[in-house]
């Protein structure tokens, strides 16, 4: 079955997050030490660049081959269903940050989490977007 434009543009932001945020939390995590917080915010800021070129770099890929982006009323359903599941995910990520940050010192748990949270929540939101494109609406 070929693929639209923007199911194309669902696989590279799900390959570019899941890549790019598996590294961050595998450099951070384990150095999770207050002494090194300041390379967080530069492993964060790496960890940004690197999936701006991602996905970017997707994308042109995708538009010099198949400039078709045409959108349709399915392809706004698929979407906000998307939204709907991705929504979920996040407020109780929130909630968890929430209690973490009530519970224990620092910063570190509590802006992980809600990292995590958004990270967790854009995937669930892109994956039940190409469910949606391969079995229905």
């Known amino acids: 079955m070929d693929m639209s434009f923007k199911e194309k543009s669902l696989w590279v932001q799900l390959l570019g997050l899941l890549g790019v945020y598996a590294w961050y939390f595998a450099t951070v995590l384990p150095a999770a030490a207050p002494s090194v917080m300041p390379q967080h915010v530069v492993l964060f800021a790496v960890a940004v660049g690197y999936l701006v070129a ?22 706004r359903l698929i979407a906000l269903k998307g939204a709907y599941a991705g929504s979920w995910v996040l407020a109780a990520g929130v909630f968890t940050a929430l209690y973490a940050a009530i519970g224990t010192e620092g910063n570190f748990l509590f802006t992980h989490l809600l990292l995590a949270s958004w990270v967790l929540s854009c995937l669930v939101e892109i994956a039940a977007q190409l469910y949606l494109y391969r079995h229905g609406t």
């Open 54 to 75: 991602v996905q970017g770099a997707g994308h042109i890929v995708i538009a010099v081959f198949d400039p078709r982006d045409d959108t349709d009323e399915r392809d």
